[in-house]
């Protein structure tokens, strides 16, 4: 099978925020609706539900460029918990202590969640190559590779 092309994180930055921000209208389309017949913080979570699977996909394919799997499918909640917690906590803030209005306030809680939701995603949809003595658990030896005899070890002749 092959690789998808590997990414700067730059450029994944660019795209988590773009990617965020169709996620963000989509939940806000969701949102507004519901607001009218439901209390502000229960519409807000029954967007904020709606929106995670289309979010799951976009940040796979868009943002990451990796293959979607059932263990990152299961882990990805994980960021959307960071994202739900910190947003929640702004929401409830912006709202009651700031006096920002409802219909409002999610767009700027999302915002200030963005970082953090950053850094708990990259880990779960593109996680770090693990290595060990011999390098990447991920390398494989292909055509290039030079085949040799194992290093000697210590006290053998070579």
């Known amino acids: 099978m092959r690789e998808l092309p590997t990414l700067r ?3 994944q930055i660019v795209r988590f925020t773009a990617v965020g921000g169709v996620n963000t209208l989509t939940f806000y389309a ?3 609706p519901l607001h009218r017949l439901l209390p502000y913080f229960a519409a807000y979570t029954a967007a904020f539900a709606a929106s995670l699977a289309g979010a799951f996909f976009l940040h ?3 943002t990451y460029r990796t293959r979607p799997t059932w263990t990152k499918f299961l882990l990805f909640p994980l960021t959307q918990v960071t994202n739900y917690s ?3 906590a702004g929401l409830v803030a912006l709202v009651g202590w700031c006096g920002l209005d409802t219909a409002v306030a999610p ?7 963005l970082p953090f939701t950053y850094l708990v995603s990259r880990r779960i949809l593109r996680p770090p190559a693990r290595t060990g003595p ?3 658990a991920t390398a494989r030896p292909g055509p290039s590779a030079q085949a040799g005899p194992p290093p000697a070890r210590s006290g053998e002749a070579a």
């Open 9 to 11: 994180p730059g450029g």
């Open 30 to 32: 969701c949102y507004l």
């Open 60 to 62: 796979t394919y868009v």
């Open 86 to 88: 910190v947003q929640s």
């Open 107 to 113: 767009l700027v809680a999302a915002l200030c969640a």
């Open 134 to 136: 011999a390098g990447p």
